[in-house]
């Protein structure tokens, strides 16, 4: 039986200093990432020095905050920063040392209630200047008085939506059932833009399954509702689900250019 060993002698160092002051960021998480799905994970020192060890060669990112907007509410005060194209070789084992410099996030934070003004826990909160633009969203979830607090934003202007609750219709600030019409929320770094509230109303929730000519269901595709732009992905329990909908009749589509028969 053959074995290869993967060589995993490689190592990234550098260190993590804040953009305002120049002062060394201690205690903040680092990672370094492939791409593949393989990634290793440090802790900077008192004096903003890390090291990540073991690596296999390969060319990697590396970020801190470790998860951004992914992590704990405490390293949200930073904006995820990222060095690409780092390179790890049997020639070059060891890369840095790598200069991080992390820029103070702004915060928003606000309250969610029912119709009856009563609060609602758990529901999911997002904010975003565009959608899924590279570290300019940020979202999170409603505790038991329904405050929510969104961190690891930078300074801009941002739409804030609550998505995807089921029984609750999804709702842009200011009292908009869609982006455009939505009312901006400024931000600055190290900052929070306090009171963005919502008072959400019932909603509801379309479900089924999609199937071709010949009855045989598909899988992987998106279901759209048409205005709305709101979907979401058939699974292989053959249905899909679309939540947050105001109460009203809609158009469904499946876009061919979102699904490849093959």
């Known amino acids: 039986v053959d074995r290869y060993l993967v060589p995993t002698s490689a190592s990234i160092n550098g260190r993590v200093v804040s953009s305002a002051s120049g002062d060394p960021v201690g205690g903040v998480s680092v990672n370094a990432d492939d791409g593949s799905g393989f ?24 970020g801190s905050p470790a998860q951004g907007v992914w992590g704990p509410l405490e390293e949200q005060v930073w904006v995820r920063q990222e ?17 991080i410099t ?16 009563q609060p609602l826990s758990g529901i999911y909160i997002w904010a975003d200047i565009e959608p899924w ?26 739409r804030v939506h609550t998505m995807s609750n089921p029984g609750y219709a999804d709702e842009y600030y ?22 963005i509230d919502f008072t959400l109303e019932p909603g509801g929730t379309i479900s089924g399954r999609v199937l071709d000519l010949d009855g045989n269901p598909i899988y992987g595709l998106s279901v759209l509702v048409e205005g709305g732009g709101m979907g979401m992905i058939v699974g292989a329990n053959e249905t899909y689900s679309l939540w947050g909908l105001p109460y009203g009749t809609y158009t469904l589509t499946c ?8």
């Open 39 to 62: 990634g290793r994970s440090t802790v900077t020192d008192a004096d903003g020095y890390f090291n990540i060890e073991g690596l296999p060669y390969g060319t990697y990112r590396v």
């Open 83 to 99: 060095i690409s194209g780092v390179v790890l070789s049997e020639a070059e084992p060891v890369a840095g040392p790598l200069l």
């Open 102 to 117: 992390l820029q103070p996030a702004g915060f928003i934070s606000g309250t969610v209630t029912g119709p009856d003004g």
């Open 133 to 158: 633009a590279p570290n300019s969203y940020s979202f999170g979830r409603t505790d038991v008085n329904g405050q929510y607090v969104l961190g690891g934003l930078p300074s801009g202007n941002y």
């Open 174 to 195: 200011l009292d908009s059932p869609s982006w455009s019409g939505s009312t901006l929320v400024p931000v600055t770094a190290g900052s929070e833009t306090s009171d």
């Open 255 to 262: 876009p061919p250019r979102l699904w490849n028969p093959a």
